[in-house]
T-cell receptor, first 114, second 111 residues
Framework: GAGVSQSPRYKVAKRGQDVALRCDPI?????LFWYQQALGQGPEFLTY????????KSGLPSDRFFAERPEGSVSTLKIQRTQQEDSAVYLC????????????FGPGTRLTVL | DAKTTQPNSMESNEEEPVHLPCNHS???????IHWYRQLPSQGPEYVIH???SNVNNRMASLAIAEDRKSSTLILHRATLRDAAVYYC????????????FGTGTSLTVIP
């Protein structure tokens, strides 16, 4: 079956633009996670959904970051008024249940803010 | 969040065993030990996890110290495809859903 997919794979934005990053989790997976990975660093947790409910958004760096998963499947991470420090790879992961031991990661979206 | 400490980098010869260490001295009784690896330009992938007992799967073995303050990921025969960054992660088994990654160990496999 298909794994986690993310689109676009690469995004270049001018500073101040809004961007939307999409994640398609594995079908049937209840939990969905977003991570941010800066160059040379490990992924950092941003937010977590269980179905359509956003249960934890403690990792979102500012109110310019917003995530949604309205129907409990596809999720979108939106970044408003992008800044250069937002440049990173944004990873999405899904798991079957909320305390499932294995998270399946997508390939990520590399965002470059000029 | 409980922290882990790993060497920044390690090297191994191809087809030899590799032992990747991880220290987690502040681990709590409900923390699971997870290992993920990330190949270049890919998302992390699951390797193995455990709580108290040693674990084996088709990819690797996980050896957990008796006091659980350290663990070792063992790749039995390193191949070139094993070159990746390996992350040791603690996850709270009662409340934790998300993983907190460190900087990991970059493994180089020498042909």
């Amino acid at each position: 079956g298909a794994g986690v997919s993310q689109s676009p794979r690469y995004k270049v934005a001018k500073r101040g633009q809004d961007v939307a990053l999409r994640c398609d989790p594995i079908s049937g997976h209840v939990s969905l996670f977003w991570y941010q990975q800066a160059l040379g660093q490990g992924p950092e947790f941003l937010t977590y959904f269980q179905n359509e409910a956003q249960l934890d958004k403690s990792g979102l760096p500012s109110d310019r970051f917003f995530a949604e998963r309205p129907e409990g499947s596809v999720s979108t991470l939106k970044i408003q008024r992008t800044q250069q420090e937002d440049s990173a790879v944004y990873l999405c992961a899904s798991s079957f249940w909320d305390r499932g031991n294995e998270q399946f990661f997508g390939p990520g979206t590399r965002l470059t803010v000029l | 969040d409980a922290k882990t400490t790993q060497p920044n980098s390690m090297e191994s010869n191809e087809e030899e065993p590799v032992h990747l260490p991880c220290n987690h001295s502040t681990i709590s009784g409900t923390d699971y030990i997870h290992w993920y690896r990330q190949l270049p330009s890919q998302g992390p992938e699951y390797v193995i996890h455990g709580l108290t007992s040693n674990v084996n799967n088709r990819m690797a073995s996980l050896a957990i110290a008796e006091d659980r303050k350290s663990s070792t990921l063992i790749l039995h025969r390193a191949t070139l495809r094993d070159a990746a960054v390996y992350y040791c992660i603690l996850r709270d088994g009662t409340t934790g859903n998300q993983f907190y990654f460190g900087t990991g160990t970059s493994l180089t496999v020498i042909p």
